[in-house]
Antibody, heavy 121, light 108 residues
Framework: QLQLQESGPGLVKPSETLSLNCTVSGGSISSSSYYWGWIRQPPGKGLEWIGSIYYSGNTYYNPSLKSRVTICVDTPKNQVSLKLSSVTAADTAVYYC?????????????WGQGTLVTVSS | EIVLTQSPGTLSLSPGERATLSCRASQSVSSRYLAWYQQKPGQAPRLLIYGASSRATGIPDRFSGSGSGTDFTLTISRLEPEDFAVYYCQQYGSSPLTFGGGTKVEIK
């Protein structure tokens, strides 16, 4: 059974960089059939796609965040990472990683449990 | 950017009743790229429907999806106690991928 687990600091100071990892178990991040994505959800609000990455490193970002986001893969560790720079209180959210089926449809079929990141001094 | 508008915002129903949730897109979306998710408090979203009408693995057949173009519907034929949750639609017909604002199905 595929499992995804997000990890990283739960508290980040304004203007600093948020860094999270997603460790995938029960399957290979190098599978040619899938992308891997990050989605976030501010407390009490809806879902926002951050970006997606293929194991080769090919990435797609939400234009609203593109200038501040970097998503990478570490295939030996079976991990996907997220970096979001210059954070503000508006970046406070639960951050999820998810597996992305991209063909012939596009959807997130497996999700991590999510990790809450609070931006505060 | 394609905006997905879900209605109603909240649906108050009793167990055993039928729930009909709407997702309207600001521009046409290929059915291939429309999905529905269920989210319960404190949990990650769970995939219900992909390709507008295909049920994900393990999803009961009381859940069904339909629609095309700009109008999509999620129907729960008979609400079970565990179905009371928030439901989101999602599209990736064009970038950026977007989610609807959600419909909360609550116990009446």
């Amino acid at each position: 059974q595929l499992q995804l687990q997000e990890s990283g600091p739960g508290l980040v100071k304004p203007s600093e960089t948020l860094s999270l990892n997603c460790t995938v178990s029960g399957g290979s991040i190098s599978s040619s059939s899938y992308y891997w994505g990050w989605i976030r959800q501010p407390p009490g609000k809806g879902l926002e796609w951050i970006g997606s990455i293929y194991y080769s490193g090919n990435t797609y970002y939400n234009p609203s965040l593109k200038s501040r986001v970097t998503i990478c893969v570490d295939t030996p560790k079976n991990q996907v990472s997220l970096k979001l720079s210059s954070v503000t209180a508006a970046d406070t959210a639960v951050y999820y990683c998810a597996r992305v089926v991209v063909y012939p449809q596009y959807y997130f079929d497996y999700w991590g449990q999510g990790t809450l990141v609070t931006v505060s001094s | 950017e394609i905006v997905l508008t879900q209605s109603p915002g909240t649906l108050s129903l009793s167990p055993g009743e039928r729930a009909t949730l709407s997702c309207r897109a600001s521009q046409s979306v290929s059915s291939r790229y429309l999905a529905w998710y269920q989210q319960k408090p404190g949990q990650a979203p769970r995939l219900l429907i992909y390709g507008a009408s295909s049920r994900a693995t393990g999803i009961p057949d009381r859940f069904s999806g339909s629609g095309s173009g700009t109008d999509f519907t999620l129907t729960i034929s008979r609400l079970e106690p565990e179905d009371f949750a928030v439901y989101y639609c999602q599209q990736y017909g064009s970038s950026p991928l977007t989610f609807g604002g959600g419909t909360k199905v609550e116990i009446k």
